[in-house]
């Protein structure tokens, strides 16, 4: 049966490979393909929605973002047996642009994690303005990893500053969990989270995310 979900890394660290591989039940299929970026091509002929999780800042949560978002999605179209859905995790730096490029050739949409910390502002401007916005692609800004702890200054800073350059910017905030830092060493996705109240908030945040980007169907 053919996954409803397939999540592909093209960053050379690696690290998707790294949690992935430490998943007892992998709820989707997933390769790392940063060696051999040309197989991307074949993305095309698959009929289903390829969404690029992008950031040149490295530290913002591309990993998270793709292995979650591609967790959620599954779990939603768990009866699917066509592939519906691809998460591209790709990397953060300016050195491996020419990857980012690649995927961004098959994508439909773009994902843009951003903590609201001001140095992400700048690296994360550079992306979209040099990167992104020149493929005409539908892209989405989301603030990621905040801190309720910490009080919403930050957080306001940083939506203020997304739409001062009128960048889309999704409604769902994600916030930080330490559930979610233990994820990757503990191999698992938000879906495997203890069944518990912060871990259900922690859940919550992703299934709202993947609802307002419509990752619940093949729509």
């Known amino acids: 049966m053919t996954a409803a979900v397939y999540v592909v ?3 050379p660290q690696a690290s998707t490979v790294w949690w992935a591989n430490r998943i007892s039940d992998l709820p989707f299929d997933f390769s790392q393909e940063h060696e051999t970026p040309e197989n ?25 973002t793709t292995l979650n978002l591609g967790a959620v999605a599954a779990d939603v179209l768990k009866d699917s047996d066509q592939l519906l859905h691809v998460f591209i995790d790709t990397p953060g730096s300016l050195q491996d642009e020419n990857l980012l490029l690649e ?3 098959y994508a439909h949409d773009v994902i843009v994690p951003m903590p609201p910390e001001g140095l992400a502002f700048d690296p994360t401007a550079r992306t979209i303005q040099k990167v992104i916005e020149p493929t005409g692609l539908p892209f989405k800004v989301v603030v ?5 702890r910490d009080g919403t200054a930050d957080l306001e800073d940083t939506q203020a500053y997304i739409d001062a350059q009128g960048w889309p910017r999704a409604k769902t905030v994600i ?13 698992k996705v938000v879906t495997q989270y203890a069944k518990n109240r912060v871990a259900m908030e922690a859940r919550e945040d992703f299934f709202r995310l993947a609802l307002e980007l419509g990752y619940g169907g093949g729509a």
């Open 40 to 64: 991307l091509k074949v993305l095309q002929d698959t009929g289903a929605k390829v969404h690029v999780i992008a950031n040149q800042k490295g530290g913002v949560g591309k990993t998270t």
């Open 103 to 105: 995927a961004l050739k």
């Open 144 to 148: 990621n990893n905040w801190d309720p």
């Open 9 to 11: 890394s093209i960053d």
């Open 175 to 187: 916030r930080r969990y330490k559930v979610h830092t233990r994820a990757s060493v503990e191999g």
